[in-house]
């Protein structure tokens, strides 16, 4: 075995087991918590793929903005401290969808592999480091970049919009 | 040295994961999180084959992901807290005044 497999095992098996956590769980908070170590386990995952960039970055926004973005509504809504019943709904009708999702991932899978092992090209073929990236983003990606950042204004203002109680009110106080 | 199909293996298990939680839970952030799950499960689709052909536009996809999922973060949560403050829920079945 080498690094790269325990790496791998170690990291995959910290994601698997913590993304059943977050879908499991009864308390709320914790599944927040359980998708930081999930998302933690794939930066590192990033990182053993040379995706230097790409893994400190998921560690920025996710881990650092998303998760806390989810625990502020967490604690702005209802915010039950302990273990709640009403999280899960019926679920056969959903498992089977979702099994079926699963298998089909799964059929996709074996039918693009066939049980063959390819080897990741050796040595520093694809260094994800922010130069590098950086140069790739701004020679041949500068539109869709752009395009990003009018996005990202869009859902700023949106979502100010949106949470304003006096605009929603006022409006719907003119439609009566 | 493990293959790239380990880790597409890894992404459809996550991708799965996800799927059935966004499908079994009640709660709208609970979705959310699982919403998460799956695009990150398809991010580390796209870094292990970016990985796997040597050029870095899968990275770019990547990290154009993350943004995009940051933006509907933002977006989906006020949403929520919206339907919070004039429903008093937070749970997705509570929401059903578009329901036939």
Known sequence: MTVADVLLLGLGAVAVGAGLCVVTTAHLVRAGLYLVVCLGALAGMFLVLTAELVAWVQVLIYVGAVVVLLLFAVMLTRAPIGASGDLDRPGWPGLLVGAGAGLGLAALFVDAYRWTSVSLPDGPDGPGSAGVLGGELFRSWVLPFEVLSVLLLAALVGAIIVSRPDVGASDRGAER | M?????????????????????????????????????????????????????????????????????????????????????????????????KY
Do not use: K, W
């Not at chain 2, 597409?8 to 059935?20: E, H, K, P, Q, Y």
């Not at chain 2, 695009?39 to 990547?62: S, Y």
């Not at chain 2, 929520?80 to 937070?90: G, K, P, V, W, Y």
């Open chain 2, 2 to 98: 493990p293959g790239p199909e380990h880790y597409v293996a890894l992404s459809a298990l996550l991708f799965t994961i996800g799927a059935v939680g966004v499908l079994v839970r009640r709660n709208a952030i609970v979705l959310f999180m699982c919403i998460e799950l799956m695009l990150n499960a398809a991010n580390l689709a796209l870094v292990t084959f970016a990985r796997l052909h040597g050029d870095l536009n899968g990275q770019v996809m990547a990290f154009f992901v993350m943004v995009v999922a940051a933006a509907e973060v933002v977006v989906g949560l006020a949403i929520i807290m919206l339907i919070f403050r004039t429903r008093r829920s937070a749970s997705v079945d509570d929401s059903n005044l578009l």
